[in-house]
C-alpha cells in the first residue's frame, strides 16, 4: 500500500455497507457503476486526499453506493476502472483516438452508445486510418463520452 492510503479504513467503511462480514466476500458485492472526475479535489474513504477520478460502487446485495478513488478501486475492489479513466485521458488529449474495450464496454452498458455505436466503436478501434466520414463518427462519439463524464453522478440513459 502506498503512503497515504489507509486499506483499514477503507475496508471497515465497505465492510459497513455489506452484507458480508468477512472482506474477501464484502467486496465481490460490489460493483463500479459510475465514473466521474471531480471539479475539486475529494477524499477517499480510504483518506487519501486528494483524488479526482471518483468511482461510485454499488452493493447488489446491499443496494447502498460509495464513492471512492480510481486507485482503490483498481487495487482493493479488483475493479479496472483505470482502463476507462486511460482511454478517457486519451481522448481529451486527441479526439481522433479510439476507446479501449473496457470503456466501450463501460459506456454500452450504462446505455450511453446505440447498438450500432457500440459495434462501430469495437470495429474501428484497433484502425489507425479511418475515412473521413468514420474520423467524424468516431470523433462525435468521443466527444459523448467525454460530455457525460463530465457530468458528476452519470448513471446511464436508460
Known sequence: M????????????ILALSAATDWEVARKEWSLVDISEADEAETCLCGHFPIIEICTIANRVTGKRAEIGNRCVK???GLRSDLIFAAIK?????????????????FWERGLLTAWEYRFLQDTMAKRSLSPAQAATRAKLNQKVLDVVKRRGFQGLN
Not at 502506498?2 to 467503511?13: K, P, S
Not at 481522448?91 to 464496454?105: G, M
Open 2 to 13: 502506498e503512503e497515504g492510503h489507509n486499506f483499514r479504513q477503507l475496508r471497515d467503511a
Open 75 to 77: 487495487r482493493f475492489m
Open 90 to 106: 486519451r481522448i481529451r488529449k486527441d479526439i481522433t483516438k479510439s476507446l479501449n474495450a473496457d470503456a466501450i464496454v463501460f
